[in-house]
């Protein structure tokens, strides 16, 4: 099993461009959440997802849209890149009633 | 204020020394306590997880709530080079999947 899988692994964007960052999971969890992380701001939670088709909005979500059409993946979209979304960013998955969240190996983006 | 707070240190200690890592949080609600470990360029990986008050041992490893204070606290002994990482507390409230995480605490282990 693969568990959680982020793709890509590394990103560098202009500013203004768009991309989509893309999680799979093969644990069959309901909920699916992702994360930013930065220097001295620990995990911030950009969005989650409960269950497939269902997305609510995290801490910080401005800038950013996400799409849970399918439970075993969960899209985070970046319509107009910003420097400020310069970031790594962990997508984790968690089973219904439990706390425990198993987290995907990041992606490094970086927004010129 | 932040909901949880966490030295980020960094944190530097002799191999075999016992480590002390510590969280203070705010929120009276939260019942349920977590300690992630994250190596280096790697996603967190769940150490230890408490559910209220009281103690709990796995190993080297020692999770221990103390709900009155707001305190939780995660001890290493016999610590070894491969601990070095940073590493982060997470917790929610009963009926909240959500967890909030402190900002991590950075640990190095020296030979």
């Known amino acids: 099993n693969a568990g959680v899988t982020q793709t890509p692994k590394f990103q560098v964007l202009k500013t203004g461009q768009s991309m989509t960052l893309q999680c799979a999971q093969d644990m069959n969890h309901n909920s699916m959440y992702w994360y930013r992380q930065d220097p001295g701001m620990g995990l911030r939670l950009i969005y989650y997802?409960?269950?497939?088709?269902?997305?609510d909005k995290g801490e910080v979500p401005d800038g950013y849209n996400v799409s849970r059409l399918k439970k075993q993946n969960f899209l985070l979209g970046l319509e107009s890149a910003a420097p400020s979304q310069t970031s790594v960013y962990f997508c984790?998955?968690?089973?219904?009633?439990?706390?425990?969240?198993?987290f995907g190996p990041g992606t490094r983006l970086t927004v010129l | 204020q932040k909901e949880v707070e966490q030295d980020p240190g960094p944190l530097s200690v002799p191999e075999g020394a016992i480590v002390s890592l510590n969280c203070t949080y705010s929120?009276?609600?939260?019942?349920?306590f977590m300690w992630y470990r994250q190596y280096s360029r790697k996603g967190p990986e769940l150490l230890m997880y408490t559910y209220s008050s009281g103690n709990k041992e796995d190993g080297r490893f020692t999770a221990q709530v103390d709900k009155s204070s707001k305190y939780i606290s995660l001890f290493i002994r016999d610590s070894q080079p491969s601990d070095s990482a940073t590493y982060l507390c997470?917790?929610?409230?009963?009926?909240?999947?959500?967890?909030?995480f402190g900002t991590g605490t950075r640990l190095t282990i020296i030979p």
């Open positions: 997470a917790m929610s409230n009963f009926g909240n999947e959500k967890l909030t």
């Open positions: 929120n009276s609600a939260f019942q349920y």
């Open positions: 984790a998955t968690q089973r219904s009633s439990y706390n425990e969240q198993f």
């Open positions: 997802s409960a269950s497939e088709g269902t997305t």
